[in-house]
């Protein structure tokens, strides 16, 4: 039989399978010949096809990668495999491993190219393979996806993310610049997918839609090693990084006030100590004591106590900055590091702190005795501006006690006022 039969009948058994999409493409890019298989993969009959362009097939963000494949086919470097991107006739998107051949006349030129595509789920795996597998990979936590080196978003999968429950596929076609909410390209989460096209691998975490995202990415690559395209994976850990911040708050406060706790106000005083020598700037600490705690707790109860307690901490919020630290580090003792301050400042949050307990008209009045300490006048380490500001404290504690025993007849006694 002479060759040219024997082809003819091998690409009409080839063009009845079901299994894969073949068609033959001139080399303007007009298709020539349509099968079975690829009426069953694109929708589309032999009759509605032949003689259209290729590139109806086609999406735009695959154009590029087509063009180049044309300008190719004359020579020795064809690619013969990729995975690719094409349209079904009723607009979805289908994922295909495809593989070329250049069609030949009888001198050995280049006539066409013989395609033929097997359709693949979105995650690489040839469908009769799905079963078990595909289940397993839907139910995957967190949003996967994929992209070509245009950054657009070739797959999708995973059980999405909790606010967003993205179906699969349902990005395909979109830029991750879209989808992640940021155009430009020098900055996270988009500078981490180029530099992903360039083989780095990165690891990061990202605000996005309200929600923190933990983001993996790596460089996606075919089986010669040739990258060509970003993988990326989002856990969505808004959750974990509010029950985190619950923890690290609850460590950090007094359960009753609200306010800082020790630890919170050491590690701040250090801080502020060691910023402070840097740029040379002065601020200042008060410490208070409520006076009389144990006389409220024994007359009026320990509720009573809480209340007053609860009350300090309210008057030391209202007459705070926001950069600065209020702080309950003991039973009745209060401190504020007020951040960039000098003496009259911290002489004039202490009268207001006073005021407002003495004056609160729905409110039996509180009084408190108040040290200040003032860097660096005082000293240039944390313990050195607490015993200053302590001992001003009981000084003026004790000053207090003997203007009040003539008109009261007691002295309110400090648990430390024997030091």
């Known amino acids: 039989m002479p060759h040219s039969l024997v082809r003819e009948h091998l690409l009409t058994a080839l063009l009845e399978s079901p299994e894969e999409?073949?068609?033959?493409?001139?080399?303007?890019?007009?298709?020539?010949?349509?099968?079975?298989?690829?009426?069953?993969?694109?929708?589309?009959?032999?009759?509605?096809?032949?003689?259209?362009?290729?590139?109806?097939?086609?999406?735009?963000?695959?154009?590029?990668?087509?063009?180049?494949?044309?300008?190719?086919?004359?020579?020795?470097?064809?690619?013969?495999?990729?995975?690719?991107?094409?349209?079904?006739?009723?607009?979805?998107?289908?994922?295909?491993?495809?593989?070329?051949?250049?069609?030949?006349?009888?001198?050995?030129?280049?006539?066409?190219?013989?395609?033929?595509?097997?359709?693949?789920?979105?995650?690489?795996?040839?469908?009769?393979?799905?079963?078990?597998?595909?289940?397993?990979?839907?139910?995957?936590?967190?949003?996967?996806?994929?992209?070509?080196?245009?950054?657009?978003?070739?797959?999708?999968?995973?059980?999405?993310?909790?606010?967003?429950?993205?179906?699969?596929?349902?990005?395909?076609?979109?830029?991750?610049?879209?989808?992640?909410?940021?155009?430009?390209?020098?900055?996270?989460?988009?500078?981490?997918?180029?530099?992903?096209?360039?083989?780095?691998?990165?690891?990061?975490?990202?605000?996005?839609?309200?929600?923190?995202?933990?983001?993996?990415?790596?460089?996606?690559?075919?089986?010669?090693?040739?990258?060509?395209?970003?993988?990326?994976?989002?856990?969505?850990?808004?959750?974990?990084?509010?029950?985190?911040?619950?923890?690290?708050?609850?460590?950090?406060h007094d359960a009753l006030t609200g306010l800082a706790n020790y630890r919170e106000f050491m590690d701040t005083l250090e801080r502020e100590v060691h910023r402070a020598g840097r740029s040379h700037h002065s601020f200042t600490l008060l410490l208070l004591d409520l006076d009389g705690l144990k006389r409220i707790n024994d007359l009026q109860g320990h509720l009573a106590g809480n209340r007053a307690l609860k009350r300090l901490a309210a008057v030391m919020n209202e007459h705070c900055r926001s950069t600065d630290l209020a702080v309950r580090y003991g039973g009745d003792e209060f401190a504020v590091v007020l951040i960039d301050s000098d003496k009259g400042m911290a002489e004039q949050v202490a009268h207001r702190i006073e005021t407002g307990l003495r004056t609160d008209k729905e409110e039996q009045p509180l009084s408190v005795s108040i040290g200040i300490g003032i860097y660096p006048d005082d000293g240039r380490t944390a313990a050195e501006l607490i015993e200053a500001a302590d001992r001003r404290l009981y000084k003026y504690k004790r000053a207090e006690n003997r203007r009040a025993l003539p008109a009261t007849g007691r002295i309110l006694h400090s648990k430390r006022a024997g030091r």
């Open 21 to 252: 999409g073949i068609l033959s493409v001139s080399l303007d890019g007009t298709i020539e010949t349509w099968s079975r298989g690829a009426e069953r993969i694109y929708g589309y009959t032999a009759q509605e096809m032949t003689g259209q362009p290729l590139r109806r097939l086609v999406p735009l963000h695959e154009l590029p990668g087509l063009e180049s494949v044309f300008s190719k086919a004359g020579g020795d470097d064809l690619k013969c495999i990729e995975t690719t991107e094409r349209l079904h006739k009723d607009g979805s998107r289908i994922f295909l491993t495809i593989k070329r051949v250049p069609i030949r006349g009888e001198q050995g030129e280049v006539r066409g190219i013989l395609e033929s595509g097997r359709a693949i789920n979105s995650y690489g795996a040839d469908p009769s393979a799905q079963g078990p597998l595909r289940l397993v990979i839907e139910q995957l936590p967190g949003l996967h996806w994929t992209t070509d080196q245009n950054l657009r978003i070739t797959s999708n999968w995973g059980k999405g993310l909790t606010s967003s429950k993205i179906r699969p596929d349902a990005l395909v076609g979109r830029s991750v610049c879209e989808f992640l909410g940021c155009a430009d390209r020098d900055t996270t989460p988009i500078a981490e997918h180029y530099e992903a096209l360039r083989g780095v691998s990165s690891h990061f975490e990202y605000n996005w839609n309200s929600r923190f995202l933990e983001i993996h990415l790596e460089p996606l690559r075919m089986a010669s090693g040739e990258i060509k395209g970003v993988l990326g994976v989002g856990m969505d850990m808004t959750d974990r990084k509010k029950n985190e911040e619950q923890t690290l708050y609850q460590a950090r």
